[in-house]
């Protein structure tokens, strides 16, 4: 199984797959995970990937386009079973759909930040929306 994980902060994701059971599965090739920054799919010089609403309202979220961009590099490599959105709407993860998603041979995850992402993105590009469940993680 291959995973990458598109995310604002690979550096706050590196550690879990360094140790314990994460790292056991990746020693053993029984998963490979592939961190991709967000910011190096942008084309302004300021590595910016997140705008203002269009719609109006509070916050910022993660633009199309780096997103799309990043999505086009890895799907030009490999086919994607899913391509899923971490977001606290989504269906929440449980025993069955782990299972299910253990079944698959190459995910991609796209990590939420700031007020979530482009509403374009979760009309087009996304496959599967998953929440971890009712918790804040920062």
Do not use: W
């Not at 797959?17 to 961190?35: D, N, T």
């Not at 300021?46 to 309202?57: A, T």
């Not at 890895?74 to 899923?84: C, H, V, W």
């Not at 971490?86 to 269906?91: A, H, L, R, V």
């Amino acid at each position: 199984m291959r995973i990458d994980i598109i995310t604002v902060l690979p550096e706050l994701l590196r550690s879990p797959f360094e140790a314990s059971i994460l790292k056991r599965a990746i020693e053993k090739e029984l998963v490979e995970v592939h961190l991709h920054n967000l910011r190096d799919y942008t084309s302004n010089r300021y590595n910016q990937v997140d705008d203002y609403q269009f719609g109006g309202g509070a916050g910022m979220v993660l633009m199309i386009e780096p997103i799309d961009k990043c999505i086009d590099t890895l799907m030009a490599e490999r086919r994607y079973d899913e391509l899923i959105y971490m977001t606290p709407d989504g269906e929440t993860l449980n025993q069955k759909m782990a299972n299910q998603l253990s079944l698959k041979e190459n995910l991609i995850i796209l990590c939420g930040h700031y007020k979530g992402v482009d509403q374009r993105v979760r009309d087009q590009l996304i496959t599967k929306e998953i929440s971890i469940g009712d918790y804040v993680l920062s």
